[in-house]
């Protein structure tokens, strides 16, 4: 059974910092693209950020260029998102993901997803 497991949210106020992780089972997660996506009250999910199966290739949406890191670990078969000078626009249910090989950025080309943590920026 595939499972992603989300851990790191919380409240925080604007300026600070968050490291969310993603833990990953039930499935050889090394050949797998892997990222993290987000959605607000009200709103579509977004795409935040993903790095490619290989760990060569790293994407970020415009608004977190900058502030927020993606990285993976192979051995330990986790995904992490380092999010540092968070906003209040920042506030949303974090979401990771997965799918085969190649990244994608509109979630309906995901497979698989966590069951997402909250994440409140207080301005």
């Known amino acids: 059974q595939v499972q992603l497991v989300e851990s790191g949210g919380g409240l925080v106020q604007a300026g600070g910092s968050l490291r969310l992780s993603c833990a990953a089972s039930?499935?050889?997660?090394?050949?797998?693209?892997m990222g993290w996506f987000r959605q607000a009250p009200g709103q579509e999910r977004e795409f935040v950020a993903a790095v490619s199966w290989s760990g060569g290739r790293i994407y970020y949406a415009d608004s977190v260029k900058g502030r927020f890191t993606v990285s993976r670990d192979y051995v330990k078969n986790t995904v992490a998102l380092q999010m540092n000078s968070l906003k209040p626009e920042d506030t949303a249910v974090y979401f990771c993901a997965a799918r085969p090989r190649t990244v994608g950025v509109f979630d309906k080309d995901w497979e698989y997803w966590g069951q997402g943590t909250q994440v409140t920026v207080s301005s």
């Open positions: 039930g499935r050889t997660f090394s050949s797998d693209a």
